[in-house]
DNA sequence: TGACAAGGTGAAGCCGGATTCCGTATTGTC
DNA sequence: GACAATACGGAATCCGGCTTCACCTTGTCA
């Protein structure tokens, strides 16, 4: 009852067991962007070329295909908001982070759900999924709060769910002008 | 080939089976109002207290029954847009659909999958389900434009997208405050 | 090059939910 | 009260996805 178990640990994945892999993973995200999380295992390895059992040799199930793109969603969003740190101004990279962020929405069905269905498990401590997404969207909000730029009702959650909602209204705005348009009306909204 | 086919045209409903239909439909607004649109067909049945079989005896499959209250809803919604065209002022009026509308959409998570999945057939001619709704609303717009209290570049469409995207974020909002204070930040935004 | 374990395949199994079907119960009429 | 027409119930069926499995293929290493 030790520790022993050297079994398949961490040998290094063969070659063309690593190249499927990132094949699967690139066709999921093909499919879970145009199609959300309904997309079926069947397509998505249709569009990999492989098996479906290919498929589950790398993800033990469906949810967990869908959990490490979420995951990497989340992070690419996290590094978005970083890069908008670095901009001086309070309020222009709050902006910067709203635009860029809703841009990746529009276009990622399956992000959306991801972040409608993490719903206010996000905020609860720290163990949310991808922690340094809230740490850094946390200070973009806490500077803007400092330097008086932001309604000072609007914390953490508000914030979300408002950009859950911008993410929904811009699914299904077909012009990119519309776009625009609907972050800059949430944005104006926001000012004290 | 002619018109006859008297069969059972339009024989008044049994008294049994008029209130059934009545406690279905109930029912189906509960659920539906729940858990959404995929509520399930056997749950339904067991909150009306009445055979799946029932159901099916006068919805002739899930989605009509659906359609029939997703019809209702938009009516409702049709009215409160019509009671708040009665207010004297352009934006008093726009102002209180917005509110009452994001109240019903954030408790009924069915109404929500409706408005969303409509999308742009919505706009399209006057065919989309309930034209009253679309009237009504345009004349709220169109008050505001005329009075100069709403972007210009916000038309129809772009409000739809708009109130779906209040909806979504109220959805996940637990406290009144919160759903108050999205629809403040929104009408805001709305201010040219 | 041969051996063999790791990896791939996709048809078959399984499961959850909608829909059907038919024997039984209820209503309305004479 | 009895008959015919209507309705009801809910087990059986159908269907569309995910997941598994028994059997091939390929990469790796001596």
Not at 86 to 100: F, M, N, Q, T
Not at 180 to 192: E, H, M, T
């Amino acid at each position: 009852m030790t520790n022993q178990m050297p079994s398949r640990a961490d040998r290094p994945l063969r070659a063309d067991a690593r190249r499927n892999r990132q094949r699967v993973l690139e066709a999921a995200r093909d499919a879970f962007v145009e199609d959300g999380t309904d997309a079926q295992m069947e397509d998505i390895a249709r569009r990999a070329g492989v098996g479906v059992g290919t498929i589950y040799r790398h993800f033990p199930t469906k949810q967990a295909l869908i959990d490490t793109l979420a995951d990497q969603w989340l992070a690419d969003s996290a590094a978005i908001a970083a890069e908008a740190l670095e901009l001086p101004d309070a309020w222009e990279a709050l902006s910067a982070y709203v635009r860029r962020s809703a841009e990746d929405m529009m276009r990622n069905r399956g992000l959306r759900q991801v972040y409608g269905g993490l719903g206010r498990l996000f905020e609860k401590g720290t163990g949310g999924r991808n922690s340094e997404l809230v740490t850094n969207v946390r200070r973009l909000i806490d500077r803007c709060h400092q330097a008086g730029v932001l309604r000072a009702d609007v914390g953490f959650a508000e914030f979300r769910a408002l950009m859950y909602g911008l993410a929904m209204a811009t699914s299904n705005a077909d012009t990119l002008g519309a776009q625009q348009l609907y972050a800059d009306v949430i944005l104006k909204g926001l000012r004290p």
